[in-house]
């Protein structure tokens, strides 16, 4: 298992490389950069040249690539040139909000997707599982921000129960994390139902009743272990994505966050903020398969025997 | 009065109707074998007497499954738990997907002594390691901690053996429980099972489509075809002078000494589907002496003065001209 662990975190370092060259040269090849924005209206072109050599984006592509690399590798992670703030700076002060407005969104819908899920599974076709199916189709069809939208109007709006934007309180976390839990909780729940459901079909499954154990007992003790092998796969996936899918809702609610910074400095074409948010989302989507597989191989023993 | 009495039972799953009116009984120390081929309602037998038809969607529509002068067929389902893996214990058809392949073997074995005799963690590990010592299952206390996918299938089915044992159950259905294995692991488990009526005198119910397995377990033996009953008698009869024709067929498949290359023949056709079935006699499309008769009408299963059952129009049934 420690090995394996090794193994796997190894291996993420050629992923590293080549999902850095895929995100240099998207942000280099789209028309456009940040020396626009630094201009000021009526300046020369020789101006504009000099500024440009200030900060290397004159050279070859290949050793700008490099110079970003190497500085990463000592942990630096450059200059905002249109921010003018260390990047790092700028990670450090977003990520947070981020991590948190994630980190929550991904409990709620783990916990209240697996529970709308056993429920649903446990009451196969009846009208607790029909309830429930039909508010997680609702669930998974409503874009976020949209979603988001109708809450603020609803909950901030006309209730006035949370604040309509901001992160200055807990309450202003509320309505964000629904707005991003919801949809995961759906995916969840229906993962949690099928898996449950098909579990339920098995040859051992039927054994456990055979043994007479309590049919409660055998749903949520060894059905559900068995069902929650693909939510974890899926959670895993998320984790990544709720970091970066966070961002029209970040938008929507006007939150601080990596998902604001990254469009921000989009929109300024500022090279290494840029590069520095989607390397952290990167990141982010490798850890999380990784945990994902490392949970699943915690929870499989066959899993396990493959490993090795 | 017999430990096991089934009557005139019929079953409904989702109203197409898989067993119509079959009836047996075992006793302690005996065996039964159910023979009939894939689809003729062995295992839907087997689920009727767990009263675990619920599961797939089926219920009893008619008939009585009378055990130890408890009526099932009306027994709440509290009551059908605790005897369920406690007095009726079950061993299922493919040991490679009958255990739960993430929970260690010897806990799987646990759970049925902690749950019907009250054993304590340790109690029951021992009991449970004492049971898979019995089963031969070598260097059991090592075994114990495996996981399924670790294990053969013959030893996983003695782990599914030893889980239908560890609360001394009074009747064993078991359903095809070599169907899946290696021929001379077969031998084995036939073996095993044998041993277990003998010393503990347990009624068991050997589900199977192998006529060599009958031969070798059982006392007595059901042929079911297209869920009835087609015949019923001791082995030792059914063997030296089957009467019904699918009965005859079924005998005919097995391979003997001295044959020539080439001369096993199978039976012509197969089982009809549940929802399809044809009237009159169900085997008659398939039977080499079908009459207009058995076109038409669907014949009584009678049962003779030597105990022997047949359902059948032009079967013989004089028993002089056999005895």
Not at chain 1, 98 to 127: D, H, Q, Y
Not at chain 1, 163 to 189: D, K, Q
Not at chain 2, 254 to 261: K, L
Not at chain 2, 308 to 313: D, M, V, Y
């Amino acid at each position: 298992m420690l090995s394996y662990t090794i193994r796997r975190l190894l291996l993420l370092i050629p992923v590293f490389l080549v999902v850095s060259i895929v995100i240099f040269l998207i942000i280099h090849l789209v028309p456009g950069d940040p020396i626009d924005n630094l201009v000021r209206v009526g300046s020369t072109p020789e101006q504009k040249a000099e500024i440009t050599a200030r900060y290397g984006l004159d050279r070859p592509l290949v050793e700008q690539y490099l110079i970003w690399l190497s500085q990463l590798a000592q942990g630096d992670l450059g200059t905002a040139i249109v921010m003018r703030r260390p990047v790092a700076d700028l990670i450090a002060q977003n990520l947070p909000y981020s991590l948190t407005l994630g980190g929550l969104a991904l409990l709620f819908s783990t916990v209240l997707g697996i529970a709308a899920g056993v429920i649903a599974a446990m009451n196969k076709e009846g009208r607790i599982d029909r309830t429930v199916m039909t508010g997680v189709l609702f669930g998974s069809t409503m874009p976020s921000f949209w979603l988001g939208l109708i809450l603020i109007l609803v909950f901030a709006v006309q209730l006035r129960w949370f604040p309509v934007s901001g992160a200055r309180s807990w309450e202003s976390l509320v309505l964000p994390v629904l707005t991003i839990g919801l949809g995961g909780m759906a995916l969840v729940a229906r993962v949690t139902r099928i898996a449950m459901l098909e579990t339920a079909g098995k040859d051992f499954v039927l054994l456990l009743h055979a043994k007479g154990l309590p049919a409660r007992r055998i749903q949520l003790r060894h059905v559900l272990r068995h069902a929650l092998l693909p939510v974890v796969t899926i959670l895993g996936l998320r984790i990544g994505w709720v970091l970066g899918g966070a961002v029209t809702v970040e938008y929507v609610f006007a939150r601080p966050g990596l998902g604001m910074l990254l469009i921000k400095a989009l929109s300024q074409h500022d090279y290494p903020v840029v590069q520095a948010c989607l390397l952290m989302l990167a990141m982010a989507v490798m850890l999380g398969t990784l945990l994902g597989d490392l949970i699943q191989a915690a929870m499989d023993p066959r899993v396990r025997s493959a490993l090795t | 009065m017999a430990l096991l009495d089934v009557q005139d039972l019929s079953i409904d799953i989702g109203g197409i109707k898989p067993l119509d009116s079959i009836g047996f009984a075992v006793d302690k120390g005996e065996t039964l074998g159910i023979v009939g081929e894939s689809g003729s309602g062995k295992s839907l037998t087997a689920l009727s007497i767990m009263g675990l038809l619920p599961l797939i969607g089926g219920r009893v529509e008619r008939g009585s499954i009378r055990f130890d002068g408890m009526e099932l067929t009306r027994l709440p389902e509290p009551d059908y738990r605790r005897l369920r893996g406690r007095r009726i214990a079950f061993i299922t058809q493919n040991p490679m997907t009958s255990l739960d392949p993430v929970i260690r073997v010897g806990e799987q074995i646990d759970q049925v002594a902690r749950l019907h005799l009250g054993l304590s963690g340790s109690a029951a590990r021992r009991h449970s390691i004492e049971i898979m010592e019995r089963l031969r299952i070598p260097e059991a206390a090592t075994t114990y901690h495996n996981y399924p996918h670790q294990l053969s299938g013959g030893m996983k089915q003695r782990i599914v053996i030893a889980m239908a044992l560890a609360a001394n159950p009074d009747l064993i259905i078991a359903d095809e429980p070599t169907t899946a294995l290696d021929v001379t692991i077969q031998a084995q488990i036939v073996q095993i099972l044998g041993e277990l009526v003998r010393e503990k005198g347990v009624a068991l119910i050997l589900i199977t489509h192998d006529m060599g397995v009958v031969a070798q377990a059982c006392d007595r033996v059901v042929v079911l075809y297209a869920g009835r009953v087609a015949e019923s008698n001791t082995v030792s009869a059914i063997f030296a002078s089957p009467r019904h024709p699918y009965t005859q067929a079924l005998i005919g498949c097995i391979p003997r000494n001295a044959m020539e290359r080439g001369s096993l023949v199978g039976i012509p056709g197969l089982v009809p589907s549940v929802a399809r079935y044809p009237a009159g006699c169900r085997f008659h499309p398939r039977c080499t002496r079908s009459e207009s008769l058995c076109e038409r009408e669907v014949p009584v299963l009678e049962r003779l003065a030597s105990g022997a059952e047949i359902a059948c129009h032009v079967a013989d049934k004089h028993e002089a001209a056999h005895a």
